[in-house]
């Protein structure tokens, strides 16, 4: 008798918990529709959807969804629809009105079209499902989006690890990752199925590429990146930090919107990526005495050597300790240039494996800078081609790109690419013995250093492609006065910037360039041309500066420079009135402009062109 009420108990437990997986049975089953039924994919976009792997990783096209159950009851007519977030009825789903019988699976479909043939507007739909002979309307899975718009993902701002920047510089952080600085990542969060931080290196030629990505929180907000590139430190350079982001319609979008971005239009996302730069002066030193150069090493030891440009001998050399550099943003180093006189001179530093090169220009002093021919070194096209970042867009800063730039910068890629065509001409007159006295025309425009006053002749050296503005009425004022002048180089004296002086006549910035158009002596020069001819000759002609020289060879292509109308001209040439080289008159003075690209380098064997340059002297120096 005792087991009776344990049976009855038992028996009432297991009613209980039989009647409430049936309740609950009945709560999740439809008794006329089942299959789970769920849109797939969730979003779609219906112009631009593409096929592409889901969450799960199947290959599913994201420009229509479907939907799809199986009757579990009776055959019948099956009605779908779709439903806007306001409860309106917007379409009916492809397979509508079929008569479906109980069992198998049937799937019904949309491709985002509207009846009167249009795209739903972006939002969020569902489908839902009628039964006519039921009289019974059922909510078939969750909701769904339609999303044409791309997503716009942005960085924000890239801020400096360990170390807050300093308030006072200009640009990008600036790192090394070998020294183990960082940097974190601010960009807008956002529902994404998958986002991707996109390192862009955007100093090299050609167009910005992208050089390693990997993947951050979409609705983080942040991500770091340690400056390196598949585990390694990543080369020193310009790069912009960019996103790719895809939505859950399988949309991709891009920061920058564009592969190509203009400046500015990618604030505060650069970073540098930096181990070993110096910052030169740009105007001249006097010889024996010391300048100052700005090293930034990553507070790490280097050590540095001073040659005469182009030689071998090392003329100083020191070190310098990481207790003395150990500073983010480098330190002074103080060099004394030799007291040779006029020239130019290479500071090459190393730190560990990386090494640079920049130049230091040197002016006669003492009895040597009575000289009465000025050599003019192109130090604005310097800094205009340097491809450093100076607004932190992640982009270099260039006049080359029409920017403002900034002259008290380091010199990211060491000596400047013409200089050796530069050197061409000094090292000639040095052979020859030609006293001369030497600026930059960065010195000539803040007024520092040795002045067009004092001097019978002027060397433009090389290709001036930018020229201080406040240098055009000057050098044409020199020449209309009875000054000579000399242009040596292509594509020279074609664009103006302003450069604007600092306290102390130190050159600060350079503005935009703008077109010059004659040059400042009323010349016109045209593109460059390539010919097959070897030899250029000498062209008729009413002036009388090239001492009888009948040809100039070895060079494989020129540009044309016109002279002014009107005035005494000559010239060489590969036909009449197609000058190369063009002398002419301008008031009292005489201007000879050289449009024969690679003739500074050609100094060093080239005959013709040592004949030309040195009856040129004859012209420059009396």
Same mark, same amino acid.
């Given at each position: 008798?005792?087991?009776?009420?344990?049976?009855?108990?038992?028996?009432?437990?297991?009613?209980?918990?039989?009647?409430?997986?049936?309740?609950?049975?009945?709560?999740?089953?439809?008794?006329?529709?089942?299959?789970?039924?769920?849109?797939?994919?969730?979003?779609?976009?219906?112009?631009?959807?593409?096929?592409?792997?889901?969450?799960?990783?199947?290959?599913?096209?994201?420009?229509?969804?479907?939907?799809?159950?199986?009757?579990?009851?009776?055959?019948?007519?099956?009605?779908?629809?779709?439903?806007?977030?306001?409860?309106?009825?917007?379409?009916?789903?492809?397979?509508?009105?079929?008569?479906?019988?109980?069992?198998?699976?049937?799937?019904?479909?949309?491709?985002?079209?509207?009846?009167?043939?249009?795209?739903?507007?972006?939002?969020?739909?569902?489908?839902?499902?009628?039964?006519?002979?039921?009289?019974?309307?059922?909510?078939?899975?969750?909701?769904?989006?339609?999303?044409?718009?791309?997503?716009?993902?942005?960085?924000?701002?890239?801020?400096?690890?360990?170390?807050?920047?300093?308030?006072?510089?200009?640009?990008?952080?600036?790192?090394?990752?070998?020294?183990?600085?960082?940097?974190?990542?601010?960009?807008?969060?956002?529902?994404?199925?998958?986002?991707?931080?996109?390192?862009?290196?955007?100093?090299?030629?050609?167009?910005?590429?992208?050089?390693?990505?990997?993947?951050?929180?979409?609705?983080?907000?942040?991500?770091?990146?340690?400056?390196?590139? @598949? !585990? #390694?430190? %990543?080369? &020193?350079?310009?790069?912009? /930090?960019?996103?790719?982001? *895809?939505? +859950?319609?399988? $949309?991709?979008?891009?920061?920058?919107?564009?592969?190509?971005?203009?400046?500015?239009?990618?604030?505060?996302?650069?970073?540098?990526?930096?181990?070993?730069?110096?910052?030169?002066?740009?105007?001249?030193?006097?010889?024996?005495?010391?300048?100052?150069?700005?090293?930034?090493?990553?507070?790490?030891?280097?050590?540095?050597?001073?040659?005469?440009?182009?030689?071998?001998?090392?003329?100083?050399?020191?070190?310098?300790?990481?207790?003395?550099?150990?500073?983010?943003?480098?330190?002074?180093?103080?060099?004394?240039?030799?007291?040779?006189?006029?020239?130019?001179?290479?500071?090459?530093?190393?730190?560990?494996?990386?090494?640079?090169?920049?130049?230091?220009?040197?002016?006669? @002093? !003492? #009895?040597? %800078?009575? &000289?009465?021919?000025?050599? /003019?070194?192109?130090?604005? *096209?310097? +800094?205009?081609? $340097?491809?450093?970042?100076?607004?932190?867009?992640?982009?270099?800063?260039?006049?080359?790109?029409?920017?403002?730039?900034?002259?008290?910068?380091?010199?990211?890629?060491?000596?400047?690419?013409?200089?050796?065509?530069?050197?061409?001409?000094?090292?000639?007159?040095?052979?020859?013995?030609?006293?001369?006295?030497?600026?930059?025309?960065?010195?000539?425009?803040?007024?520092?250093?040795?002045?067009?006053?004092?001097?019978?002749?002027?060397?433009?050296?090389?290709?001036?492609?930018?020229?201080?503005?406040?240098?055009?009425?000057?050098?044409?004022?020199?020449?209309?006065?009875?000054?000579?002048?000399?242009?040596?180089?292509?594509?020279?004296?074609?664009?103006?910037?302003?450069?604007?002086?600092?306290?102390?006549?130190?050159?600060?910035?350079?503005?935009?360039?703008?077109?010059?158009?004659?040059?400042?002596?009323?010349?016109?020069?045209?593109?460059?041309?390539?010919?097959?001819?070897?030899?250029?000759?000498?062209?008729?002609?009413?002036?009388?500066?090239?001492?009888?020289?009948?040809?100039?060879?070895?060079?494989?292509?020129?540009?044309?420079?016109?002279?002014?109308?009107?005035?005494?001209?000559?010239?060489?040439?590969?036909?009449?009135?197609?000058?190369?080289?063009?002398?002419?008159?301008?008031?009292?003075?005489?201007?000879?402009?050289?449009?024969?690209?690679?003739?500074?380098?050609?100094?060093?064997?080239?005959?013709?062109?040592?004949?030309?340059?040195?009856?040129?002297?004859?012209?420059?120096?009396?």
């Amino acid at each position: 008798m005792s087991r009776l009420p344990a049976a009855a108990f038992a028996a009432l437990v297991a009613a209980t918990v039989g009647a409430f997986f049936i309740t609950q049975h009945l709560k999740v089953q439809n008794p006329f529709v089942n299959g789970a039924p769920r849109p797939d994919p969730p979003a779609i976009n219906p112009t631009a959807g593409r096929v592409c792997r889901d969450l799960v990783g199947r290959r599913v096209s994201f420009k229509r969804t479907s939907v799809s159950f199986y009757l579990q009851t009776k055959a019948q007519i099956v009605d779908v629809f779709v439903y806007n977030a306001n409860g309106q009825q917007v379409a009916t789903a492809t397979g509508s009105g079929r008569y479906v019988r109980r069992g198998p699976r049937v799937v019904y479909s949309w491709d985002g079209t509207l009846p009167s043939g249009g795209i739903a507007p972006d939002g969020s739909y569902h489908f839902e499902v009628n039964l006519p002979s039921e009289d019974e309307t059922i909510r078939a899975g969750g909701d769904f989006q339609v999303i044409t718009t791309p997503p716009h993902p942005q960085v924000t701002s890239v801020t400096l690890n360990g170390a807050p920047k300093d308030a006072t510089a200009a640009g990008p952080p600036v790192i090394s990752p070998e020294s183990g600085q960082s940097v974190t990542i601010h960009y807008t969060p956002g529902n994404w199925r998958d986002s991707r931080i996109e390192i862009i290196r955007t100093d090299l030629p050609g167009s910005p590429r992208v050089v390693y990505s990997y993947g951050a929180a979409a609705t983080l907000g942040r991500a770091g990146w340690d400056g390196k590139i @598949g !585990g #390694r430190p %990543a080369p &020193a350079g310009t790069y912009l /930090v960019g996103m790719r982001v *895809t939505d +859950q319609a399988c $949309n991709v979008g891009h920061f920058p919107f564009v592969s190509d971005p203009l400046p500015g239009s990618t604030p505060h996302a650069g970073v540098t990526v930096r181990y070993l730069a110096a910052q030169p002066p740009l105007v001249p030193v006097t010889a024996g005495s010391a300048t100052t150069v700005f090293v930034d090493s990553r507070r790490r030891p280097y050590t540095w050597k001073l040659f005469a440009a182009g030689l071998p001998k090392v003329l100083e050399r020191g070190s310098v300790a990481a207790t003395v550099a150990a500073t983010v943003t480098g330190a002074e180093l103080r060099v004394k240039i030799p007291a040779l006189g006029a020239g130019v001179y290479e500071l090459a530093l190393s730190s560990g494996t990386h090494h640079t090169v920049v130049p230091l220009v040197a002016a006669a @002093g !003492g #009895r040597r %800078a009575a &000289a009465k021919v000025l050599v /003019v070194l192109p130090a604005l *096209t310097w +800094q205009g081609r $340097n491809p450093r970042d100076d607004t932190g867009d992640g982009l270099p800063t260039t006049l080359t790109a029409g920017d403002r730039i900034e002259l008290a910068r380091p010199l990211v890629d060491g000596l400047p690419a013409d200089l050796p065509g530069e050197l061409g001409a000094i090292h000639f007159l040095e052979r020859q013995r030609d006293p001369f006295q030497l600026t930059t025309d960065i010195a000539l425009a803040a007024g520092v250093g040795p002045q067009l006053a004092g001097h019978t002749g002027v060397i433009l050296d090389g290709s001036l492609v930018w020229l201080p503005s406040s240098l055009t009425a000057r050098l044409r004022a020199f020449a209309t006065a009875g000054g000579r002048v000399v242009s040596v180089g292509t594509d020279s004296m074609q664009r103006v910037a302003p450069v604007h002086v600092g306290t102390g006549g130190v050159a600060v910035s350079a503005g935009p360039p703008s077109p010059l158009e004659p040059d400042p002596f009323g010349a016109r020069h045209g593109a460059l041309v390539a010919r097959t001819s070897a030899q250029i000759l000498v062209l008729p002609g009413r002036l009388g500066v090239f001492g009888g020289l009948p040809a100039i060879s070895g060079f494989s292509s020129y540009q044309p420079i016109y002279p002014p109308s009107g005035v005494p001209a000559a010239g060489f040439g590969i036909a009449t009135g197609v000058p190369a080289v063009t002398g002419f008159r301008i008031g009292h003075g005489t201007v000879v402009e050289i449009g024969l690209p690679g003739f500074g380098a050609s100094l060093a064997g080239n005959l013709d062109a040592q004949q030309l340059l040195a009856t040129l002297w004859g012209l420059l120096a009396r």
